[in-house]
Every structure is written in C-alpha cells, then in structure tokens.
C-alpha cells in the first residue's frame, strides 16, 4: 500500500534555530512529491520537487529531493514564530490512489520566542 | 478573487440533520479534490473528480455521503444524517492535472 510517512510529527524550538522536517514515501510509480503550510485553514504550497538533487529555495526555506532512498527534507534556517504550523508533504502517485495524490499526517513546528 | 472558495466557512448543525457544502474550483481546473481534516491530522481523502466523472471515492465515505461535480465547474458534498463524529474541516482543493492543489479555505463542521 503507498504511504508517506512524516518526522517528527511535532517539534517545539526557540527563534533562530534550524530545522528540518523528513518526508519519506512509498508509492507505485512516482511523479512528484510537494510541500505545504497550513496555518489555521488552507494549506499553502511551498515547494513541488520533481529530479533528485536539485533544491528549490524560497527564503529561508529550502526542500531537497532524493528518489533514490525515497525521501525529501524541508529545512527552515533561522525561525521565526511565524514559522508556527503545520508543514505537510504529499506524493504525485501516477496509477496511485487517492486521486493520486498521498499526504502525510504533517508535522507541527512551534517555534517559541 | 480567482482562488478555490468553499461555502460556508462555518456550520453547525444537529445530529441527524443534512448539510451541503459548496466548493468553486479555479476555473481551467479540471481535477477537484474532498479532504476531511481533523485536529493535528493531515487532510484524509474522501473524493476526487476529473472533470464531472468522480473516479475515486474513499471507503470513508459512507452511503451517508455523496458529491456532485454535475457540469465539471463547482462540486458540491453532502452529507445526510449527520453524526457527532462528522464533526471536521472539510476541505476541497483544485489542480489542473496532476499539477500543484491549491486548497480552499474549508468548511468546519461541527455537528452538536
């Protein structure tokens, strides 16, 4: 069964810190895999990753995918508490399921001031 | 405003009553997505559509619920005799193909 698996599921830091948020997957036949925000309603796209090695920048954040040991990271260098949410990845599954798309459960960053 | 609109933002609602939501896609959208979120979980998937066809429905979506997309524009989700355990976020969001989903701002549920 296709899965994307999110790590840690929480994660509590001060201003100023680094983080980074795992993403690993398993689907059938792979096509992309994206990042979101979500606050308090909609998510937000960050980043959609489609070739290895290659990382996308907005800012402060980055996210960098690797296809071959099936996993992405999304890194958040000097916090803020505006960072505060819910950071969400979702696989592209060509043939999958879920209307070929599959989200992980997320994982909640509280950045405390 | 050219984004994904859900009505309403809010709904509450008694046991054993029906409700509908309404969810506008980005116009050149074809591909439209239900998700059911809860507190600290990420959205579960309820339905899809590709154009006006529903090509995929979620074994969490009991008889008691049903969707619409009747002219391929904006889609509608039902659900019949609610239940205290509806209670949720319902969120839609839009793509065209298999392309980046840009999310509404959902509908809470809450079913007393």
């Known amino acids: 069964e296709d899965k994307v698996v999110q790590s840690p599921l929480s994660l509590v830091v001060h201003e100023g810190d680094t983080v980074t948020l795992n993403c690993s997957y398993e689907v059938t036949n792979f096509r992309s895999l994206l990042w979101y925000k979500q606050e308090k309603k909609a998510p937000t796209f960050l980043f959609m990753l489609?070739?290895?090695?290659i990382e996308k920048k907005s800012g402060r954040l980055s996210s960098i995918l690797d296809k071959k040991e099936l996993f992405s990271i999304l890194n958040i260098t000097a916090t803020q508490t505006g960072d505060s949410a819910v950071y969400l990845c979702?696989?592209?599954?060509?043939?999958?399921?879920?209307?070929?798309?599959?989200f992980g459960k997320g994982t909640k960053l509280s950045v405390k001031p | 405003d050219t984004g994904v609109s859900q009505n309403p933002r809010h709904k509450i609602t008694k046991r054993g009553q029906n409700v509908t939501f309404r969810c506008d896609p980005i116009s050149e959208h074809n591909r439209l997505y239900w998700y059911r979120q809860t507190l600290g979980q990420g959205p579960e998937f309820l339905t899809y559509f590709q154009n006006e066809a529903q090509l995929e429905k979620s074994r969490l979506l009991s008889d008691r619920f049903s969707a619409e997309r009747p002219k391929g524009s904006f889609s509608t989700l039902e659900i019949q005799r609610t239940e205290q355990g509806d209670s949720a976020m319902y969120l839609c969001?839009?793509?065209?193909?298999?392309?980046?989903?840009?999310f509404g701002s959902g509908t809470q549920l809450s079913v007393l």
């Open positions: 489609t070739s290895s090695g």
């Open positions: 979702a696989v592209v599954d060509y043939g999958g399921s879920q209307g070929n798309l599959i």
């Open positions: 969001a839009s793509s065209r193909d298999l392309e980046k989903l840009f």
